[in-house]
Nanobody, 123 residues
C-alpha cells in the first residue's frame, strides 16, 4: 500500500482544512486507517482512526468535536476534516494504514505511512 497525503497549508486560527490521503493497492478497503501528527520537537501522536467500513471512529481528546475522519473506499481515500483550528494543531499530519480492519490508536498497529502534509495555524 502506498499513501499520498495532501491538503495541508497555512490557515488562521479558527479556520478549516480538509486533508486527503489517497491509497494505492487492493487492501485499502479492508484496513483500518488513521491520522497522526508530529509537531516540531515532539513525538508523533494519534489524531483519529476509522475502521475498514467507516462505521467506527475514534479521536484524540484534543481534536474531538473539531476533527472528523471519514473514508471513501470506492476512491481509496481517507479524509480528515478539520474545523476550529488552533495554533497548537500546527504539525505535519500523516495518514497510515492499519495491520487489520479495526481502528487503532497505537502507532505500532500501522504498517504503511504516507509522506505527511504540513498544517500551519497562525494566531
Amino acid at each position: 500500500v502506498q499513501l499520498q497525503a495532501s491538503g495541508g497549508g497555512l490557515v488562521q486560527a479558527g479556520g478549516s482544512l480538509r486533508l486527503s490521503c489517497a491509497a494505492s493497492g487492493r487492501t485499502f478497503s479492508n484496513r483500518g486507517m488513521g491520522w497522526f501528527r508530529q509537531a516540531p520537537g515532539k513525538e508523533r501522536e494519534f489524531v483519529a482512526a476509522i475502521s475498514w467500513g467507516g462505521g467506527t471512529t475514534y479521536y484524540a481528546d484534543s481534536v474531538k468535536g473539531r476533527f472528523t475522519i471519514s473514508r471513501d473506499n470506492a476512491k481509496n481515500t481517507v479524509y480528515l476534516q478539520m474545523i476550529g483550528l488552533r495554533p497548537e494543531d500546527t504539525a505535519v499530519y500523516y495518514c497510515a494504514s492499519g495491520r487489520t480492519g479495526l481502528m487503532k490508536v497505537d502507532l505500532s498497529e500501522y504498517s504503511y505511512w504516507g509522506q505527511g502534509t504540513l498544517v500551519t495555524v497562525s494566531s
